[in-house]
């Protein structure tokens, strides 16, 4: 999958992409800093298209960690 984020972007006004962590077959992760949280250090998933379930199913496993 190619980025389509890349480092400085802003995203929602409000996240900033520092670095791309990894890359995937369903995407790719990003570092990015909140900063309306004082940089808040986060991670963000840029995903390629997906059907209804498999995105859902994959929100439930990363809102459990």
Do not use: C, P, W
């Amino acid at each position: 999958m190619i980025a389509l984020l890349h480092e400085g972007d802003m995203i929602g006004n409000r996240y900033r992409v520092a670095s791309q962590l990894a890359r995937g077959g369903m995407g790719n992760v990003y570092l990015a800093k909140d900063t309306k949280l004082g940089d808040k250090l986060l991670a963000i998933k840029e995903i390629q298209q997906a059907n209804h379930e498999t995105f859902l199913e994959e929100a439930r496993i990363l809102t459990s960690l």
